[in-house]
Structure formats: C-alpha cells, structure tokens
C-alpha cells in the first residue's frame, strides 16, 4: 500500500493550499484517514483526521481554518489549509489506519509534503 500525497508548498500569511493523499495497491477497506504535521525541533502532531462515516477531529490549533474530506471511491483524503499562519508551517504526513479484518488494522505514512508559510 502506498499513499501519495501532493499539494504543499510556499504561501504567504492568511493564504491557502490544499492537500491531497491518494491510497493506492492492495485495499480492502480504510477506517480512518488523518493528517499529521512536524515542524522543525518539533514532534509530530495530529492535524485532522476523518472516518469513513465522515466524523472529523481537529487540532485545537488549526480548528475554524482547516477542513479534512475525503472520496472514499478514490481513497482519497484532502486538507483545506485556509488563513495559513507561520506556525503551520512543517511538513505534513497523511496517515491511514487499513482494515484486513475484524482483527487485522494496519497503518500507513505517506512521504510527506513540505509546506512553508512566509510572514
């Protein structure tokens, strides 16, 4: 299984980008799908994540600015980074949780996609 995720980039303060993961190889069912970021010096933190059903979480820290969606026809889950402040700035990692069976979950990491907001 590899998660390719797209989208990063450098923007300016209260600016946007969008991030994209796509799930690809073998896939029976993902339960969970989330975004992870770590900026320099930091641990990584959990950004968003959403269920199959749809139910989001989010960071306190990026909560009213940022929305997770997901196509679970294209395995696919999205981040709407609006009004970017330059403390999210890091490089952020997609993240499923694959469902093999009742009993069998297993968790994914896409590659990471730098993004840098400019003050």
């Known amino acids: 299984v590899q998660l390719q995720a797209s989208g990063g980039g450098l923007v300016q303060v209260g600016g946007s980008l969008r991030l994209s993961c796509a799930a690809s190889g073998s896939i029976f069912s993902i339960n969970r799908m989330g975004w992870y970021r770590q900026a320099p010096g930091k641990q990584r933190e959990l950004v968003a994540s959403?269920?199959?059903?749809?139910?989001?979480n989010y960071a306190d820290s990026v909560k009213g600015r940022f929305t997770i969606s997901r196509d679970n026809a294209k395995n696919t889950v999205y981040l709407q980074m609006n009004s970017l402040k330059p403390e999210d700035t890091a490089v952020y990692y997609c993240n499923a949780l694959l469902v093999y069976s009742y009993s069998d979950y297993r968790r994914f990491w896409g590659q990471g996609t730098l993004v840098t907001v400019s003050s």
């Open positions: 959403i269920s199959s059903g749809g139910s989001t």
